[in-house]
């Protein structure tokens, strides 16, 4: 049967907005539940946010960080989902060593410059090699933009903590039994096709369907609002 709550999962520094073409679209059918991160600074607190507000059953679909959040909502309570989508997201936790040494750097001089100059002038820098390079400067990167100026720096700050302490997610993949969508750009150089692949590999118990869209990167829910709609649909009818 049909599950008619859904439970949408912003990625970093996101908000309502980068799931509003998936809510029109299903809105007459489905009661869409989009979370709001706050101050939130560890995906596990995220994942019982999620579990403290929503139905008592639910599909759930998490973007980028949102992804992430929703493996931990697999793990902590898996009998509540009734199925999941995984989009331009991965499982692995910090690098050791040099690589995540690296990761860190990058992400506090992006909070530093956000703390200087501001999160609309941080997010000009950082948003525009996660979109398909035909996005940037149209009406969608214009959209980040505008998502990332309406947060802040503590937000920023916070959500970056829960990135760099998160959990592996690997050993959660292995024991997802509901019907799955896992979905990426492309041109997602965060988030490529080669990784979704590998996550639908480790879905030993159940048969996955991958998604790869053509000309997109990170944001595919606004890069690509049809296609990820049409995917939806056959994800929750699945």
């Given at each position: 049967?049909?599950?008619?709550?859904?439970?949408?999962?912003?990625?970093?520094?996101?908000?309502?907005?980068?799931?509003?073409?998936?809510?029109?679209?299903?809105?007459?059918?489905?009661?869409?539940?989009?979370?709001?991160?706050?101050?939130?600074?560890?995906?596990?607190?995220?994942?019982?946010?999620?579990?403290?507000?929503?139905?008592?059953t639910?599909?759930?679909?998490?973007?980028?960080?949102?992804?992430?959040?929703?493996?931990?909502?697999?793990?902590?309570?898996?009998?509540?989902?009734?199925?999941?989508?995984l989009?331009?997201?991965?499982v692995?936790?910090?690098?050791?060593?040099?690589?995540?040494?690296?990761?860190?750097?990058?992400?506090?001089?992006?909070?530093?410059?956000?703390?200087?100059?501001?999160?609309?002038a941080?997010?000009a820098?950082?948003?525009?090699?996660?979109?398909?390079p035909?996005?940037?400067?149209?009406?969608?990167?214009?959209?980040?933009?505008?998502?990332?100026?309406?947060?802040?720096?503590?937000?920023?700050?916070?959500?970056i903590?829960?990135?760099?302490?998160?959990?592996?997610?690997?050993?959660?993949?292995?024991?997802?039994?509901?019907?799955?969508?896992?979905?990426?750009?492309?041109?997602?150089?965060?988030?490529?096709?080669?990784?979704?692949?590998?996550?639908?590999?480790?879905?030993?118990?159940?048969?996955?369907?991958?998604?790869?869209?053509?000309?997109?990167?990170?944001?595919?829910?606004?890069?690509?609002?049809?296609?990820?709609?049409?995917?939806?649909?056959?994800?929750?009818?699945?």
């Open positions: 049967m049909t599950t008619k709550n859904l439970v949408l999962l912003p990625g970093l520094m996101c908000d309502a907005a980068v799931w509003a073409p998936q809510v029109q679209a299903l809105s007459a059918t489905h009661h869409c539940m989009v979370m709001d991160w706050g101050l939130t600074d560890s995906l596990t607190a995220m994942a019982q946010q999620v579990l403290a507000d929503a139905p008592a639910f599909a759930l679909a998490g973007h980028s960080m949102g992804g992430r959040v929703a493996l931990e909502v697999m793990r902590l309570a898996p009998e509540r989902v009734e199925r999941v989508a989009l331009d997201t991965g692995h936790p910090l690098a050791e060593g040099e690589a995540g040494a690296k990761e860190k750097a990058g992400r506090m001089a992006l909070l530093s410059h956000a703390q200087r100059a501001g999160m609309r941080m997010g820098m950082w948003a525009r090699p996660m979109v398909h035909a996005v940037v400067g149209g009406p969608v990167f214009e959209q980040v933009l505008a998502m990332l100026e309406r947060s802040s720096p503590a937000q920023f700050a916070a959500q903590n829960a990135l760099l302490t998160r959990p592996d997610a690997s050993p959660v993949l292995a024991g997802i039994t509901c019907a799955t969508l896992v979905l990426t750009g492309r041109q997602d150089a965060w988030s490529p096709p080669e990784q979704h692949q590998a996550m639908v590999d480790a879905m030993h118990a159940v048969r996955a369907e991958l998604v790869v869209l053509e000309d997109c990167g990170h944001m595919a829910t606004l890069e690509q609002p049809d296609a990820v709609n049409t995917a939806f649909a056959r994800w929750l009818a699945a």
